[in-house]
């Protein structure tokens, strides 16, 4: 059974750090993109990135570059969403999925199939 | 790429059919011959889940209630017969360049 297992709810202050995690289990991690999506509070969904198996194969939606950063360790088959100085405006409800497939060389991708439960994030002074 | 769905909300007596309306700004046709659309439903609390890819084809165990058809800009998904369990916000995704979601249309039961 494919499972992505995130990391608890966080409630930060503006201006701190944040780095939230993405577990996979019961696949092959290493042969599978993990993309992360953000939920404003009663809002839609907007992609943000997704990672290769911890490779430096990272592609950023043009809105999050610079803004967040994606990595993975694949040891652990995990991967990770981080902050260096959050704003009230990051507050959301973060998802990590599962790229079904992605064909990099020819730019083509599937849809994401599992996701995690989401980490919800709060940051207020 | 622009997604966008019509209705925004839809009341449904359970047993009673429901169709949901996407739209692209441009053609989700991929010189591959496939078109990369999909829905998805979020139940309240959860994450989304994958209900149709490619159109019309429906993911691993979703009933067979749930059908999509469409083609080009035009994207249509349809439920015969709703049961208390669909409700939710449905969102339509393309894949083509490369991942945006519609608004959301928001299902309740009557």
């Known amino acids: 059974e494919v499972r992505l297992v995130q990391s608890g709810a966080e409630v930060k202050k503006p201006g701190e750090s944040l780095k939230i995690s993405c577990k996979g289990s019961?696949?092959?991690?290493?042969?599978?993109?993990i993309g992360w999506v953000r939920q404003m509070p009663g809002k839609g969904l907007e992609w943000m990135g997704i990672?290769?198996?911890?490779?430096?194969?990272?592609r950023y939606s043009p809105s999050f570059q610079g803004q967040v950063t994606i990595s993975a360790d694949k040891s652990i088959s995990t991967a990770y969403l981080q902050w260096s100085s959050l704003k009230a405006s990051d507050t959301a409800m973060y998802y990590c999925?599962?790229?079904?497939?992605?064909?990099?060389?020819?730019?083509?991708?599937?849809?994401?199939?599992?996701w995690g439960p989401g980490t919800m994030v709060t940051v207020s002074s | 790429i622009v997604m966008t769905q019509t209705p925004l909300s839809l009341s449904v007596t359970p047993g009673q059919p429901a169709s949901i309306s996407c739209k692209s700004s441009?053609?989700?046709?991929?010189?591959?011959?496939?078109?990369?659309l999909y829905w998805y439903l979020q139940k309240p609390g959860q994450p989304p889940q994958l209900l149709i890819y490619?159109?019309?084809s429906r993911f691993s165990g979703v009933p067979d209630r749930f059908s999509g058809s469409g083609s080009g800009t035009d994207f249509t998904l349809k439920i015969s017969r709703v049961e208390a369990e669909d409700v939710g916000v449905y969102y339509c995704?393309?894949?083509?360049?490369?991942?945006?979601f519609g608004q959301g249309t928001k299902v309740e039961i009557k």
């Open positions: 999925a599962r790229v079904h497939w992605y064909d990099s060389s020819r730019d083509k991708r599937g849809p994401f199939d599992f």
């Open positions: 019961g696949y092959s991690f290493i042969n599978y993109w």
């Open positions: 990672i290769y198996r911890g490779d430096s194969d990272i």
């Open positions: 441009q053609s989700l046709l991929h010189s591959d011959g496939k078109t990369y």
């Open positions: 490619e159109v019309s």
């Open positions: 995704m393309q894949s083509l360049q490369p991942w945006t």
